[in-house]
């Protein structure tokens, strides 16, 4: 199988035209998009003809809700489910939905999955511009030489990672179900590998050049990628892990080889709902997609805004990490005498927010705690370590960051190592349940 011509221009357009007309290009495709596409879905025909601002912010929640209405063939989320729970339990993904839509779940860190619905024509538009945004030179020369490898890790195979492959792109899907030895062996000469950050660190334990593992990339993808983990699998591979930021609304952000990661700004529009200075939720709008309309999708992601242009000379805004979902934020009470009142909270103590980035600095100042879990249960923060004679200096340097933030220290306990599904996305960090006040 080949790629398609249409794989292959929005390669080209990515690759070497986007840039110089960035923002004319992104202006036309939006308002393309809300005069010609938006209306097609039932959900917002009352703001047929209106301008972004005016149409409303929606969540997850309120899509698969009434998920008919937010596509344009009018799908029943009960349809969608039934093949793509179909698909799960038999491993063949190869089904479609009417009209050869392809149906996907999203590997989702909460109870509520995501669903998302793709055209024949959307998949190789998404393969051309996923290309172009991440192949990096070393693996553009091989493509002209031999067909290049591709390894995928992930939970579930999908139509829409299948467009990627061709003559000169052979790509092979690893089940996450499976024991990861069973996949190593298969790991020899691939050229680029993608899994999420705890699949390639174990990968990187496990094997490395010696073995005759020796990608030209690395990509982290589904998860957080944390420094400890960038570090132990740049130090196996001598390759930097470079990033895919997709979700269920799409695909959002790509990193470059000066470590930011790109928004997605050709393809999709996002406006932050700032949290502070730096950090906020992205609501975004994605102008390419015109199957499942994804317009002012707010997402529970917490992202942290980098400073000024990138120095890669890339057009658009650029982010520095992806802290994770609003519930990877723990939080503290305030200290006595900085109690907020906003009229509504019955006098009790504010919560003083505690960003991943924030929590993770602080625990290394703990020392090598190697891989951890950090849970929220109330007032209590309860702590998986591998090493748990670490235990007393983590509680010291959490106690030590509640009096910076000007907050009450919680109590830090020690937790047995969670039992984790493989194929669920690993979050070092948890908030199940926040302190009464």
């Known amino acids: 199988m080949g790629a398609s011509p249409a794989t292959l221009a929005a390669l080209a357009r990515e690759r070497w035209w986007l840039p110089r007309h960035h923002d004319a290009a992104r202006a036309r495709g939006l308002a393309t998009f809300l005069r010609r596409d938006v209306p097609r879905a039932s959900f917002y025909r009352p703001w047929a003809g209106r301008p972004l601002a005016d149409l409303p912010v929606v969540t997850k929640a309120e899509v698969l809700a009434d998920f008919a209405a937010f596509n344009r063939h009018g799908i029943a989320l009960e349809d969608a489910l039934a093949v793509a729970e179909a698909a799960e339990r038999s491993r063949d993904f190869a089904p479609t939905l009417p009209h050869d839509v392809t149906v996907g779940l999203s590997s989702g860190t909460s109870g509520t999955r995501g669903v998302f619905l793709v055209s024949p024509e959307e998949r190789q538009l998404w393969a051309g511009i996923l290309m172009g945004q991440v192949l990096a030179p070393a693996s553009l020369r091989t493509i002209a030489r031999r067909p290049l490898r591709v390894a995928l890790f992930l939970r579930a195979d999908s139509n829409l990672y299948q467009t990627l492959a061709s003559r000169r792109v052979h790509f092979s899907w690893h089940d996450l179900r499976a024991p990861l030895e069973e996949h190593l062996p298969a790991l020899v000469g691939v050229d680029v590998l993608v899994a999420p950050a705890s699949v390639l660190r174990a990968i990187a334990e496990r094997t490395g050049p010696t073995e005759g593992v020796a990608p030209l990339q690395v990509v982290s993808v589904a998860e957080t990628l944390d420094e400890e983990d960038e570090a132990v699998v740049r130090a ?86 992806v802290l994770g979902r609003a519930d990877d934020v723990l939080t503290l009470r305030a200290a006595d005498g900085d109690d907020g009142d906003d009229g509504d909270d019955g006098g009790r103590p504010r919560a003083v927010p505690v960003y991943p980035d924030v929590l993770r600095h602080a625990l290394a100042l703990a020392g090598d705690l190697g891989d951890h879990r950090v849970e929220q249960h109330g007032r209590q923060w309860r702590v998986a370590l591998r090493r748990p004679e670490r235990l007393p200096a983590v509680a010291a340097e959490v106690g030590r960051l509640a009096e910076r933030l000007g907050a009450r220290s919680p109590e830090v306990v020690a937790m047995p190592w969670p039992t984790e599904d493989p194929t669920a996305k690993r979050r070092r960090i948890k908030r199940v349940s926040e302190g009464d006040g």
Do not use: K, M
């Not at 269920?248 to 952000?253: F, K, S, V």
């Not at 002012?296 to 990490?321: N, W, Y």
């Open 236 to 321: 196996t591979f001598g390759r930097p892990v470079e990033q895919i930021y997709q979700a269920t609304e799409g695909l959002l952000a790509t990193s470059c080889r000066a470590g930011r990661l790109h928004l997605n700004e050709g393809h999709v529009h996002v406006e932050p709902a700032w949290l502070d200075h730096r950090r906020f939720h992205p609501v975004v709008t994605d102008f390419t997609r015109t199957t499942q309309l994804v317009v002012r999708h707010r997402l529970d992601d917490v992202l942290v805004a980098a400073p000024g242009p990138c120095p890669c000379g890339r057009p658009g805004r650029t982010i520095t990490e």
